[in-house]
């Protein structure tokens, strides 16, 4: 009998390398341009919102990474038809989707695909997906979903590593949100665009990605309104035609990882085609920590800093606060920064698991519970680490690119998930940063 590890498995049915590493050789202030892609977490909830289209679309500024990939593999299985018009571009009919199941193994393997939940039983009034995997980082409770569907009439069941929602008929109603949840809220207006009458969800999230899956549901012919306020209101048509071309809103994350990676590096980039207004919560705090942000035209930021960082406090919140998912790479900042420094991580229960690999490199950070204290360091040393989730392995690269020496950072596999390029996207901006392929 043959044995599988579970990364074995992972590259099995996903594609990709786990021998690879990447290869950062330090100290380079980063200078140049880089162009954002468009948003993971809008573009893993727009695929499965396709299905409940029952016609063609095409979405344009898709991010090519590995989670779009699966999401695409998945609908494949349910029976779409998806074009690849260029590497950022398909074209999807989802006239033949057929009611099946999605399959167990792919659903399990990311977070996003509890979005399959609410899309299918729009679609077919039935769905099961495994337990979403995703990033450890922390209890990832999905609640509030089920809470949602059931007040939309569904019976949902949880158990033996998978989710099960049935319903007769979706019928509209008032879903109040216990705590501000993107997935829950995204996940309740898709299962009610085609629900018989009007839904209403209060304490919704209010994240950009939110407002960019009603912007694609709406342009597809579904009545949301209120999307990026905490008062949501879905009025239920019969049916999304399609025949449109849709373009995924930029990434906000992706653009906040290079602003504070110009902070760290002391560096001077221009950041292309970001949306402005969602990186505000970041350029507040650029600024505190003595960094300079100048907005070019309309959706193109400038972001420099001459000095070390100067210290800061951060505390994590939903949209328009500090995003969680930007906290490992504000924290590296913060590990050279002149002073000394607080995060509280109000979101994520474990999302520290990367100041280990930073005090491997030199940093002084001690975390307990959802609270980092971080004694600023002149600069960190290369050394051997590892990605432990997506947004911990970018915060790495940075670390990497401001260290003294070499830096191999393991466990790719987290960080393609979530950023298109990402090493040429660097090496653009004049880091030394090679993909090598290494035998363990
Ligand atoms: C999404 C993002 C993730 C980001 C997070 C917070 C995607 C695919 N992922 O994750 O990158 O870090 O938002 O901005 O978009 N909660 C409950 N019950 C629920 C749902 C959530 O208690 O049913 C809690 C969670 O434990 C967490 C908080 O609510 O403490 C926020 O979670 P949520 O916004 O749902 O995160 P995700 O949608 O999973």
Not at 142 to 160: P, S, Y
Not at 208 to 224: E, S
Not at 327 to 341: E, F, H, K, R, T
Request: some cysteine.
């Amino acid at each position: 009998m043959v044995y599988f590890t579970i990364d074995k498995v992972y590259y099995y049915i996903f594609g990709g390398n786990a021998l690879e590493k990447l290869l950062i050789t330090g100290k380079t202030p980063l200078k140049g341009e880089v162009t954002i892609s468009g948003a993971k977490n809008a573009a893993v909830a727009i695929l499965p919102a396709t299905l409940l289209i029952n016609g063609i679309c095409t979405i344009e500024n898709l991010p090519n990474i590995s989670d779009v990939k699966i999401s695409c593999k998945i609908l494949e299985e349910l029976g779409a038809k998806i074009t690849w018009n260029s590497k950022n571009e398909i074209t999807i009919d989802t006239r033949n989707v057929c009611c099946t199941n999605a399959p167990l193994d792919m659903t399990s393997k990311f977070r996003a695909s509890y979005y399959l939940l609410g899309a299918l039983l729009g679609r077919c009034k039935n769905a099961q997906v495994g337990m979403p995997g995703g990033c450890n980082l922390g209890a990832r409770p999905i609640d509030q979903h089920i809470k949602g569907f059931e007040a939309l009439g569904a019976n949902v069941e949880v158990g033996q590593g998978k989710i099960t929602a049935s319903v007769k008929k979706l019928v509209g109603n008032s879903v109040y949100m216990d705590v501000v949840s993107v997935g829950a809220t995204i996940n309740v207006m898709l299962a009610s665009v085609l629900a018989e009458g009007t839904t209403t969800i209060d304490n919704a999230a209010k994240e950009p990605h939110i407002v960019d899956v009603a912007n694609f549901l709406n342009t597809m012919g579904a009545d949301i309104r209120g999307a990026g306020t905490d008062m949501i209101k879905i009025n239920g048509v019969k049916e999304l035609k399609g025949n449109a071309t849709y373009s995924v809103v930029p990434d906000q994350i992706e653009a906040g990882t290079f602003m504070l990676a110009a902070v760290a590096s002391r560096g001077d980039i221009k950041i292309k085609n970001c949306i402005t207004k969602h990186l505000e919560p970041i350029t507040a705090k650029v600024i505190e920590m003595g960094g300079n942000v100048e907005e070019i035209g309309g959706d193109t930021l400038r972001v420099w800093c001459n000095k070390r960082p100067s210290k800061a406090n951060i505390k994590t919140l939903p949209y328009p606060g500090f995003p969680t998912d930007l906290q490992p790479q504000i924290g590296v900042c913060l590990s050279i920064a002149d002073g000394n420094s607080t995060i509280n991580e109000s979101i994520w229960e474990s999302r520290f698991q990367y100041t280990e690999e930073l005090n491997k490199m030199g940093a002084k950070i001690t975390a307990q519970g959802k609270s980092a204290f971080f004694e600023g360091v002149k600069k960190l040393y290369g050394s051997p680490v590892c990605a432990t989730d997506l947004r911990a392995g970018a915060a790495l690269i940075i670390a990497g690119i401001i260290a003294d020496g070499q830096t191999k950072i393991s466990n790719l596999q987290y960080i393609d998930r979530g950023y298109e390029n990402i090493e040429e996207k660097f090496r653009n901006l004049g880091a030394k940063i090679e993909r090598i392929n290494e035998e363990e």
